[in-house]
């Protein structure tokens, strides 16, 4: 089966043919990085890094880009507000972005540019929007440049909206616009703002002219798929689709977006005062755990938080987990590298269809303790490989180092050891038929939260979890 995508342009699933064979060109729209991320920010991260594994998995070379927008209106009202530097406040902010990626297991990208070191690029790209008639500088001398809108008749095809019913656009003041709907590319110099020389005055990018001069820079005038959340449609997708195609390149020829992650069905955001910092959210649940959660529902859909939902991503989680654990311990090591099932593989080729590929590591896991608990071990290991398998194509994979580690492994040994006593206090007590001290002992470390079950191979235990 060929790989399938949604296209936000054409409104419809189509095949997927990479501009080159066996390379994939792939630009992700990354942080604004006016504050730490939340965990609404890091859903379009691993849904586009799952998308980037499977890519992988099928053999192709990606190249991916993710931006960091490091100069904005917002990040200069923070700055303003705790009186720092603007770049004070995009660093730590931006350092904050990585920590998160890291922690959930996204992939660093092969190139992560950010907007402040490209204005040249973006120089270019206005001077010939503007030979080209789709672009103009402000005639009050303000230094401001705009896109002509009226200019550009495909303008609302990518979120499929009429030029006549828009609003103006809210980029700041309308200095000098010919048309209210038309985007500032560049904004002329003010009082206290970083500004940069250009050859219409100082001042600072636009967000939208930042994304299309980074993307072309770095991954050639047209390219693969251009992925986002799907609040980025419009204005910014559309203003970064009408700006590059308007100048004479094809930019993207697939727009995917994913789905909003909602508190109470409203989007997550500072304002609403309802966001969830990574941070805080894995102390709650472990890092992976927060993974499996922000990617197993179908990236065009929205994902509604509670703290239910997020306990309930755990405890599935957790079901691979102590399968493969289990398997690993007492039938052998489950082996790396074996395919994925082929119905596995449909659910990933049509449109990234993680909850339908997800359905099928469950059943393994179904397959491999009943096979476990009729002593089909060379069955169970069998099972458990093509698990594990699925499982690293996801950024799941309990038995990989990214999240073997994923509690503090000198803290595991002491406890290994201090249950190993026990449990071999509790054997003894077996062993003389002293059964009411042996339920003791199992019910003390119940109470402890180590869960101890008795296998043909001797007893094995585990740390429970909410």
């Known amino acids: 089966m060929s790989l399938r995508f949604y296209d936000t342009r054409a ?14 060109s792939l630009y992700l729209c990354g942080a604004t990085v006016q504050a730490p991320p939340h965990i609404g920010h890091i859903r379009s991260g691993v849904s586009f890094d799952i998308l980037r594994r499977w890519l992988t998995y099928r053999g192709y070379r990606v190249v991916f880009c993710r931006n960091v927008t490091d100069i904005d209106d917002k990040i200069l009202r923070v700055a303003a507000a705790e009186g720092v530097q603007w770049w004070e406040v995009s660093e730590r902010n931006q350092r904050a972005f990585t920590r998160a990626y890291d922690v959930l297991g996204c992939l660093p990208p092969t190139v992560e540019p950010r907007a402040t070191g490209h204005v040249p690029e973006m120089i270019e790209l206005m001077r010939r929007l ?31 909206q009429r030029v006549d019913e828009m609003r103006a656009a809210e980029d ?28 219409w005055g100082p001042g600072r990018p636009g967000w939208h002219l930042e994304c299309s001069a980074m993307a072309t820079k770095y991954l050639g005038p047209t390219f693969d798929i251009h992925g986002g959340g799907v609040d980025l449609v419009f204005p910014h997708h559309e203003n970064e689709a009408a700006q590059s195609n ?69 405890t599935a989680y957790q079901r691979f987990e102590n399968f493969l ?47 476990l608990a009729e002593g089909g071990k060379e069955r ?9 398998a699925m499982l690293a194509v996801l950024g799941l994979d309990p038995l990989s180092p990214q999240w073997a580690g994923s509690e503090d492994s000198g803290l595991r040994d002491v406890v290994d050891s201090l249950v190993s006593v026990v449990l071999e206090q509790r054997q003894a007590a077996r062993a003389r038929k002293d059964y009411a001290t042996a339920d003791q002992l199992r019910d003390q470390l119940a109470a402890a939260g180590i869960a101890v079950e008795d296998t043909p191979e001797g007893p094995r235990w585990e740390l429970k979890r909410d």
Request: aromatic share 8%.
């Open 11 to 24: 409104r419809q699933v189509r095949d997927f043919v990479p501009l080159r064979e066996g390379c994939v």
């Open 130 to 160: 503007i030979e080209r008639g789709h672009a103009y500088p402000a005639e009050d001398g303000s230094g401001d440049v705009y896109f002509d809108v009226a200019s550009y008749p495909k303008y609302g095809s990518l979120s499929n």
């Open 172 to 199: 700041g003041d309308a200095r000098a616009k010919r048309d209210p709907r038309d985007f500032a590319l560049w904004k002329g110099a003010r009082p206290g703002e970083p500004s940069w020389p250009t050859p």
């Open 246 to 314: 308007a100048a004479g390149d094809g930019f993207a020829r697939y727009w995917l977006h994913n789905g909003m992650l909602t508190t109470g069905g409203e989007k997550m955001s500072k304002s609403l005062g309802n966001s969830l910092l990574i941070p805080e959210v894995i102390r709650r649940v472990r890092p992976v755990e927060l993974r499996y959660y922000l990617g197993q529902a179908h990236y065009r859909s929205n994902l509604d938080y509670t703290e239910e939902s997020l306990r309930e991503a755990a």
């Open 325 to 371: 654990v289990r398997v690993n311990e007492i039938a052998g090591p489950v082996p790396e590298g074996v395919p994925v099932p082929e119905e596995f593989a449909a659910a990933l080729d049509d449109d990234l269809g993680v909850p339908q590929a997800l359905a099928v590591a469950h059943s393994h896991v179904r397959e491999g303790n009943s096979a």
């Open 380 to 388: 169970a290991v069998e099972i458990a490989g093509r698990l594990r």
